[in-house]
């Protein structure tokens, strides 16, 4: 890779060094006490406890019943990865009380996992009161996160794709994990938690969606999404 000779490689590798040691706790690491990942667990069996509430809940400035509504929700750990956070989707089967959501949990805390490695990736369908009760509770944690989900963000959405969005799942869940140098292109760069909800989202083609730069900070990009609801989430 071209890094500029051994000065430039010697102060790359220095800033790789200090970028990943902050960037990599917000690289979705959830301090699990129990870690045994499960990658692209999938669960779609509905609970027969729902409570007629839950089921009933609206999203704030979203119109969930409205025929043909997209909609999309980031869930949020804020004091996940040493409190720079950590982030995971949902968003809405197109006209339906049907919702996917799932995350890239990274429950190893490594910088980089290859492609086809086991990063904690899942996803799940439900209602979206189901969604919410199983975010709430870390329900397909891979392992015991002593940080729950605990604050939710979602915006009503006039387009959506729901193939493309399942096609995403399946492209992050396969790509690995990274937060630092990538050793195929020696460019700094992330495929974080962060980038696969971003990458997702884009796919669904949410709208009011704000582009995720690499290596961001998920608690900084969380405030940046103007127009969406914004509510703490407690376990349900």
Not at 96 to 106: L, P
Not at 134 to 145: K, L, N, T, V
Not at 156 to 172: C, E, F, L, N
Not at 200 to 211: F, G, I, Q, S
Request: net charge positive.
């Amino acid at each position: 890779m071209n890094i500029g000779g051994r000065r430039g490689a010697v102060r790359w590798t220095a800033a790789a060094a200090v970028i990943g040691a902050l960037v990599g706790v917000t690289g979705c690491q959830q301090t699990p006490t129990r870690a045994e990942a499960k990658a692209g667990r999938t669960i779609t069996a509905e609970s027969t406890a729902e409570s007629t509430a839950e089921s009933t809940e609206q999203i704030t400035g979203m119109a969930g019943a409205a025929r043909g509504q997209g909609g999309a929700c980031v869930f949020v750990k804020p004091d996940g990865a040493q409190k720079f956070g950590h982030v995971g989707w949902g968003f809405r089967i197109t006209g339906t009380d049907r919702w996917v959501y799932g995350a890239i949990e990274n429950p190893s805390g490594k910088l980089y996992t290859p492609p086809g490695g086991d990063i904690g990736a899942w996803q799940a369908e439900g209602t979206y009161a189901r969604m919410l009760s199983e975010m709430s509770r870390d329900a397909h944690y891979p392992g015991r996160s002593e940080h729950p989900y605990s604050r939710y963000r979602c915006t009503s959405s006039s387009t959506s794709d729901v193939p493309a969005a399942r096609a995403m799942i399946r492209t992050v869940a396969e790509r690995g994990f990274l937060v630092g140098v990538d050793p195929r292109t020696g460019k700094l760069t992330s495929r974080d938690c962060l980038d696969a909800t971003s990458d997702v989202l884009k796919a669904y083609r949410t709208r009011r969606l704000v582009p995720a730069p690499k290596l961001a900070v998920p608690n900084v990009w969380v405030e940046s999404l103007v127009g969406w609801s914004d509510k703490s989430l407690t376990p349900r």
